[in-house]
């Protein structure tokens, strides 16, 4: 138990102390997690489990996209693939379909790299561009 304790004091200060790129990223990491979690679920037959770990990364892929600055013309871009991504989600959640949240998982890991990349190349993140 007082390990567990040290390992949320752990992580709460890793959240309290992240930079906003760094939040970021945790957050994509978090939408990949969950997504894992759920494709397991479904495999298992874990209905409930799912359900849960994939409104998860709804809820993740909706902040992403209310957060977006709208005075940048890249943003538009950006709430055509959240709004999509959310679409999908819902989807995999009513057929309970792996295969969709396979796709999801795709697109997830495309954008938490390509943000990786841009933080070492802005020098933003725990890694710094040499």
Do not use: C
């Not at 390990?3 to 709460?12: C, M």
């Not at 943003?75 to 379909?97: G, H, M, Q, T, W």
Request: proline share 1%; glycine share 2%; hydrophobic share 40%.
């Amino acid at each position: 138990m007082l390990q567990q304790q040290a390992f949320n004091a752990y992580n709460n200060s890793k959240i309290l102390t992240a930079s906003p790129a760094e939040l970021t990223l945790m957050l994509y990491d978090g939408a990949i997690k969950f997504t894992n979690i759920a494709i397991l679920a479904l495999e298992k037959k874990d209905i409930e489990k799912a359900h849960n770990n994939i409104r998860k990364t709804e809820r993740i892929v909706i902040e992403f996209q209310t957060s977006l600055d709208h005075k940048y013309e890249v943003a538009k871009d950006f709430e055509k693939v959240y709004l999509y991504l959310i679409s999908r989600l819902r989807e995999a959640n009513i057929k309970k379909d792996a295969e969709i949240l396979e796709e999801v998982l795709k697109h997830l890991r495309t954008m938490r790299d390509t943000w990786k990349e841009v933080m070492t190349i802005a020098g933003n993140g725990t890694k710094r561009a040499i």
